[in-house]
């Protein structure tokens, strides 16, 4: 029997002012699963994880993790509460620039979570090393590369030891050089068993990661499912034509893997 999802949104409505951006919208996440979300510009990927997170409220419907109802949540300790247990990493990294980087991993656990600092050093440095990043640890923001500062970025999130990471067009503003070598982390995470729910344009890599890939348009979910079943035999003609698209191949898949993001992948590895 299936345990219980760690993430469950169900029938979730959500608008702004007279505008339907969220129109019933289901998903779920088991612990543990990697799950994508891909679909056009404005059709709701973004809003769907700021629900997660608690950012915004839906007008209608229910949203839980683990045992707390998100929807419900009132009091402004709550949603603190919560948000330490979600980590959200965004297409800025939004580094504090007059920060080093081992800096920059510290202040929260420390001032969040009450974290000594002899303890939160020692976790920031191990998550340095795990972003291939140890000997960048008392650089500034400003003196890394855009890839080296987002995975500074994903270090930071799981720095506060997260249940489950949101990820938002992470690699979008970035050099295609340095895609992959934040690809390959993400995509460490996800082989340790990291919960993680990714919004993304890099097709491929959704592919290669996800448990589960849902496609959105217009606010609603056209189809979800394995991303076998989604990315090789979508059911919906919109999944199809969009897929045909992003893919820029006529639609026809590679019937080899080897397409410059994969390779790429093993190029970089966790070696960068
Ligand atoms: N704060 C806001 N106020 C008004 N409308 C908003 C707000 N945030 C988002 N929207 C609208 O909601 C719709 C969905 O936006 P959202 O950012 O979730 O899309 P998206 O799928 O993430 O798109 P993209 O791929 O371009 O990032 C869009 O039409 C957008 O203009
Ligand atoms: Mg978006």
Do not use: W
């Amino acid at each position: 029997m299936p345990s219980e999802p760690l993430i469950q949104l169900s029938d979730v409505h959500l608008a702004f002012g007279d505008t339907p951006v969220l129109q019933g919208i289901d998903l779920t996440v088991q612990a543990g699963q990697a799950v994508s979300i891909i679909g056009p510009s404005g059709s709701g990927k973004s809003t769907i994880l700021r629900c997660i997170t608690g950012l915004l409220r839906p007008q209608r419907g229910q949203i839980r993790i683990g045992d707390t109802q998100v929807h419900a949540l009132q009091r402004e300790a709550e949603l603190i509460a919560l948000r330490k247990q979600v980590g959200f990493v965004f297409q800025q990294y939004n580094l504090f620039p007059h920060l080093s980087v081992l800096d920059n991993l510290m202040i929260a656990p420390i001032q969040v979570l009450g974290r000594s600092r002899a303890e939160a050093r020692q976790d920031a440095l191990a998550l340095l090393d795990k972003v291939r990043l140890g000997h960048k640890a008392e650089a500034f923001p400003g003196q890394l590369s855009g890839g080296q500062q987002q995975r500074v970025a994903i270090a930071r999130a799981l720095a506060m030891r997260p249940r489950l990471i949101l990820f938002d067009e992470v690699t979008s503003a970035l050099d295609p050089e340095t895609v992959g070598e934040v690809l390959a982390v993400i995509r460490a995470l996800t082989e340790e068993g990291m919960t993680c729910v990714l919004v993304t344009h890099e097709m491929r890599f959704a592919e290669e990661i996800s448990d589960q890939v849902y496609f959105t348009e217009n606010g609603r979910i056209v189809e979800h499912g394995s991303a076998e079943q989604l990315f090789r035999a979508p059911r919906h003609e919109r999944t199809q034509a969009f897929l045909q698209h992003a893919l820029g191949e006529g639609g026809q898949r590679p019937s080899r893997p080897g397409p410059d993001l994969l390779s790429n992948l093993g190029r970089y590895s966790l070696s960068v």
